[in-house]
């Protein structure tokens, strides 16, 4: 069985700080990950994924993740966040389903 | 890329009444996907909708509660029967594109008073 770990529900961060969204993942098989992000009253956008070859990936944003599988994580960063980054972002694997993480809520202040 | 729109973008319900949510893609698709998102929470599978055959339900979900329906290619409606509070959530419909990502309409969020 696949799982998501998200460890911060919230991370508050400066305007043009750098900031990384952690996650990780518990898979027996290898597995697509997906960065996702929702702005307030809005669906789901994807960042990024992750399906094969080159484990960093750039997204949409200025965003790129890093996939590591020794150590189980795909773990999303931006080397510097603006106002408008403030959003819930949630990591999901898929094999033959969607596994969604609980969500982080990145908070930019000015 | 897939464009979905979702009608309604939010309403306020009574309890024990029952709500037709609408799902459009603006291209055909084999199989249209149903979840929840209830306040704070990830999102949870309710069902897949496949055309032309009943629609797959997840594990806690149930086709009395949660029917739906799935007249075409383009279209799919989910209702939420019977209402209570606690399905007070962002109910999102959803498609696959070909390399495995997700595309979402902007979501229902339904309120039950």
């Known amino acids: 069985a696949q799982s998501v770990t998200q460890l911060d529900s919230q991370v508050p961060v400066f305007e043009e700080a750098p900031v990384e969204l952690r996650c990780n993942y518990s898979s027996s098989v290898s597995v697509y990950l997906f960065w996702y992000v929702q702005y307030p009253n809005q669906g789901l956008q994807l960042l990024l994924k992750y399906l094969s070859g080159s484990t960093l990936v750039k997204g949409i944003n200025g965003f790129e993740a890093e996939f590591n599988k020794s150590q189980t994580s795909f773990h999303l960063r931006k080397p510097s966040v603006h106002i408008s980054d403030t959003a819930e972002y949630f990591c999901?694997?898929?094999?033959?389903?969607?596994?969604f993480g609980t969500g982080t809520r990145l908070k930019v202040l000015a | 890329s897939a464009v979905i729109s979702q009608k309604p973008s939010r309403d306020i319900c009574q309890r024990g009444t029952s709500l037709t949510i609408q799902c459009q893609v603006d291209s055909q698709v084999t199989m249209m996907f149903w979840y929840r998102q209830q306040p704070g929470q990830s999102l949870t599978l309710i069902a897949t909708?496949?055309?032309?055959?009943?629609?797959?339900?997840e594990s806690g979900f149930v086709i009395d509660k949660f029917p739906i329906s799935r007249p075409n290619l383009t279209f799919s409606t989910l209702t939420v029967s019977n209402m209570s509070p606690e399905d007070s959530s962002i109910y999102l419909c959803?498609?696959?594109?070909?390399?495995?990502?997700?595309?979402f309409g902007e979501g229902s969020r339904l309120t039950v008073l």
């Open positions: 999901a694997v898929s094999l033959t389903k969607y596994i």
């Open positions: 959803s498609v696959q594109g070909s390399t495995g990502e997700l595309f």
């Open positions: 909708a496949n055309q032309g055959s009943e629609a797959t339900y």
